[in-house]
DNA sequence: CATGGCTTATAACATAGGTGAGCACTGACC
DNA sequence: GGTCAGTGCTCACCTATGTTATAAGCCATG
């Protein structure tokens, strides 16, 4: 579980010994849990450490005077919530549990010696950051212009490649612990037409959805529909270990 | 001119004299100018430069197989392009000039230079990243959740915001170079529907949009409208100073 | 094994916004 | 000073998706 992160940056780099050394310290130092459908920090407070999930899902939202919610991004194990927050003084949206989630607590002042002092790993962190930045354009794209369909097939394509990418999606099956709401305030669909769309999606073969199990038999398919490219997760340098992975 | 990215970087951080030196020194050296419409990067190449804008609009966009586009963003003087994307091996959208358009190429070395010896300045780099991908959830907030008159006033108050910050709007008046195709590719409503809803918004007195020139009488009424909300800019440092602009 | 709270599924109806086509204005260019 | 391209504007019609409401399934809990 410790390896997560480094089975992520390693998509982009090759990292040393001392490196991988330092960052499985991290995941053993300060670890918190959280409740399923419980907040990880809010908007408004002041980001005090950095959080990096050994376990289980979240989200990044965003709530609206009136109660709409958007989600902004799907967090899974080894992602960052806030990879350099406390650069800000503030945090502008939340983060919140779907599952019960595990995260290390990474002090501020221990990035900050990262990026001193080890170039490699800095760089590592710089992309991941850069990525946060490409998903969320590809996301703002998503929901600017493509259909319900399109949108939700998009959406699931991207948690796929993701999860592979962490070894948690094998043979095209992959858990996925959102509910039709979920789904909804990340598409920006309504849950009724969510469910719908899922319909739909079910009849044409593209996915077979039964709890938290999604199978993806035609992946091809699926991309096809939901436009995918995967070009903005940039994970070029390891492309292959990537497909070793499947 | 060359006072711009002072101008914005300050915002977030007090800069050294010799800072400050370096800064004017780049906005000198290796210019190039792009004609209005014109790409300045495309989709797939590899970042060579860092781009500052100087002078005019641009966009940062990018294409669905079948021709939707949708803008990601929009830069103004004091914005950098693409901020330490040589991290990437390939761009993964397009940039493009709305206007006439000059910017500052600074090579890579001279930023991988400035992280490694200007720690302020590095930290304000950190910064304009980290309000750059604030900036574009909003844009997937806006996009997912507001309805078309919201998301048209919501992104009206962030371009004056913006622009108040590098000293191009005063009295509540801005030049927006934006044609009503543009605006309907940054928001996701069709042409037609962002015209219906500018009327709208004309009859309702919450703006005047003749040519370029963009009044906003009320600008209270227009941020009530929109559901805007400043912090996510994350101007907060220097508020003071942002006031004092008016 | 009854209770209650999520979650998924439905149905009937309403509407914001999309589509396609056309016209009028403006300013740049020959 | 006529042509042309880009932009703004309108109209009539259409549909993808939203709204409201209800019911059924599922699982955790006492």
Same mark, same amino acid.
């Given at each position: 579980m410790a390896d997560l992160i480094r089975l992520k940056l390693e998509h982009y780099t090759r990292l040393s010994a001392d490196d991988v050394q330092l960052l499985s310290s991290l995941s053993t130092l300060n670890i918190r849990q959280i409740q399923p459908r419980r907040d990880i920090f809010r908007e408004g407070e002041r980001p005090k450490v950095v959080n990096l999930i050994l376990d289980g899902w979240a989200v990044r939202h965003k709530m609206l005077?009136?109660? #709409? #919610?958007?989600? *902004?991004a799907f967090l899974i194990p080894? %992602? $960052?919530? %806030?990879?350099?927050? $406390?650069? *800000?003084?503030?945090? %502008?949206h939340s983060v919140g549990a779907l599952t019960a989630v595990t995260v290390a607590q990474i002090p501020n002042e221990m990035i900050q010696d990262i990026e001193r002092t080890r170039p490699r790993l800095s760089q590592a962190l710089n992309w991941d950051l850069l990525v946060q930045l490409a998903i969320q354009r590809e996301w703002t794209l998503n929901v600017g212009q493509r259909s319900a369909i399109e949108r939700i097939s998009h959406l699931i394509c991207e948690l796929f490649v993701r999860m592979k990418t962490v070894g948690l999606c094998h043979n095209g099956v992959c858990n996925i612990p959102a509910t039709q709401t979920d789904l909804s305030e990340a598409t920006g669909v309504t849950p009724v037409h969510v469910n719908r769309t899922l319909q739909e999606m079910r009849a044409r073969g593209l996915i077979e959805w039964k709890g938290r199990e999604v199978r993806v038999p035609d992946m091809d398919a699926l991309q096809r529909v939901g436009m995918f490219?995967?070009?903005? *997760?940039? *994970? %070029? #340098?390891e492309g292959a270990h990537l497909d070793a992975n499947e």
């Open positions: 005077e009136d109660g #709409r #919610r958007q989600i *902004l080894g %992602d $960052f919530c %806030d990879t350099k927050n $406390f650069v *800000l003084s503030e945090m %502008d490219n995967a070009g903005y *997760l940039h *994970l %070029d #340098r």
